[in-house]
Nanobody, 124 residues
Framework: VQLQASGGGLVQAGGSLRLSCAASGLTFSNYGMGWFRQAPGKEREFVAAISWRDDSTDYSDSVKGRFTISRDNAKNMVYLQMNSLKPEDTAVYYC??????????????????WGQGTQVTVSS
């Protein structure tokens, strides 16, 4: 199983980025997908998740209303559209996959597979 995250970069505050995560080696439609991030000196934290069952979504309070998670099961892809970026969004962003997850999507322990991360830097 491989999860390949991409799309990170340097952007000014208020700008936008779209992260992508390509999944291979798994039955993608059976996996809830999540995005997490880790800023320097901080623990990794939940950002967003999308269900395998009904595409329902969940967001951390810090990104709600600014970020949108989506998936394309035909392409085995999950995306994170990030708008109105703030310097505090600066972090390495990871995508992750959780098999048949129903509850607790904000918990890292639910996720079986992780991508390598992509750096997002927001300048003020």
């Amino acid at each position: 199983v491989q999860l390949q995250a991409s799309g990170g970069g340097l952007v000014q505050a208020g700008g936008s980025l779209r992260l992508s995560c390509a999944a291979s080696g798994l039955t993608f439609s059976n996996y809830g997908m999540g995005w997490f991030r880790q800023a320097p000196g901080k623990e990794r934290e939940f950002v967003a998740a999308i269900s395998w069952r009904d595409d329902s979504t969940d967001y951390s309070d810090s990104v709600k209303g600014r970020f949108t998670i989506s998936r394309d099961n035909a392409k085995n892809m999950v995306y994170l559209q990030m708008n109105s970026l703030k310097p505090e969004d600066t972090a390495v962003y990871y995508c992750a996959a959780a098999l048949f997850v129903r509850n607790g999507v904000q918990s890292e322990g639910k996720y079986r597979y992780w991508g390598q991360g992509t750096q997002v830097t927001v300048s003020s």
